[in-house]
């Protein structure tokens, strides 16, 4: 059964895939190959997995609904200082930077696990990259805007903000999903 959601709402396969995530210090992650960074949860420069998983747990409960993104950025400087951390005068910042590349990715995978569901792929069989549309896209993204292809167009391997392998960092891209009417593409 296809249950969708859109927004800034809480789903399953986004937990579901953020809670998959092995924890591992910079160094460790750093050792991956570029496909295996996916399936991995580190903060840059925060050596102590005991920090991290706490981390990890703070980012869980905002993707389940139960930590609002202001509650988690009140909340990380306590985490940080359990363990004798501070970001100093960059919290704020990097506050925002865990928050928003954590949800982004647990959400860009959960919304592809969502739009490869079988049932799904009859009814909206393409998908189509998008941008928000601003001054803040970048000129490589902002050319694959409005981009539509059928969903098992190999394309999509290297195109899937935060699912592909790459520099997704800040990205804000989606795919939507189209039927074969909304894609242009009936008869």
Known sequence: MINLKYGNLTFQEAIDYFRSKSVLTPDEFNALMEAQ?????????LADKDLLTDIKALIEQSLKGELTYQQFKTTLPDTLAKYGWSFGDKTAWR????????????????????QADPELLKLRPFLQYCTMGDTHVRPEHAAWNGIIKA???????????YVSPGDWYGCRCWRKSLTATEAGMAA
Not at 37 to 45: D, L, M, Y
Not at 100 to 111: D, E, F, H, S, W
Not at 151 to 161: E, L
Request: proline content about 5%.
């Open 37 to 45: 960074k996916s399936r991995a949860f580190t903060v840059s420069g």
């Open 95 to 114: 506050s925002d930077i865990i928050y928003n590349t954590n949800t982004a990715a647990a959400y860009a995978n959960g919304r592809a696990k969502q």
């Open 151 to 161: 969903a098992d167009d190999p394309w999509w391997n290297s195109h899937t903000p």
